[in-house]
C-alpha cells in the first residue's frame, strides 16, 4: 500500500464516499470541512502538488470534473483552492482542488 492518504482513499473508500469518479480523477467530501459544502477533486495520478504537474492538460480535466460536480450538486457560487507547498498551508502532498460553498 501506499504511504500517500489520497492514493490509498481512491483504492479503500466505499463506492457511496465518492461524490464523482471518472477514468482521471475523483471527488470527495473534505474530512474537515470548512464550508457547508467542501468537497475535494484529486487526480487518480500521484503529483504531489502543482509544482510537479507536467501536462498541463490533466489541471483542465480537473476543472472540468468541478464543472460537472458543482452543476450535479446545484452549487452555483463557490470558491476553488489550491495549496502548493507546505507555506502555503498544503498538509496532504498529492494534488487535489477544495470546492467550497455556503
Ligand atoms: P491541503 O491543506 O493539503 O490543501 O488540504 C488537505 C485537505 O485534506 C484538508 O482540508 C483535510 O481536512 C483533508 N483530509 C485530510 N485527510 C483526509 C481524509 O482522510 N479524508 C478526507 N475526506 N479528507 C482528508
Ligand atoms: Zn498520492
Not at 42 to 55: A, M, R, T, Y
Not at 70 to 86: A, H, P, R, V, Y
Amino acid at each position: 500500500m501506499s504511504d500517500c492518504i489520497f492514493c490509498n482513499l481512491k483504492e479503500t473508500l466505499p463506492k457511496e464516499a465518492f461524490v464523482y469518479k471518472d477514468d482521471f480523477c475523483y471527488a470527495i467530501n473534505d474530512i474537515n470541512p470548512k464550508a457547508k459544502h467542501h468537497i475535494l477533486v484529486i487526480p487518480n495520478e500521484h503529483v504531489e502538488s502543482l509544482n510537479e504537474v507536467e501536462d498541463t492538460m490533466l489541471i483542465k480535466h480537473l476543472f472540468d470534473a468541478i464543472k460537472k460536480i458543482t452543476k450535479e450538486q446545484d452549487i452555483k457560487s463557490f470558491k476553488t483552492l489550491i495549496n502548493t507547498g507546505k507555506d502555503a498551508g498544503q498538509e496532504v502532498f498529492h494534488l487535489h482542488i477544495h470546492i467550497l460553498a455556503n
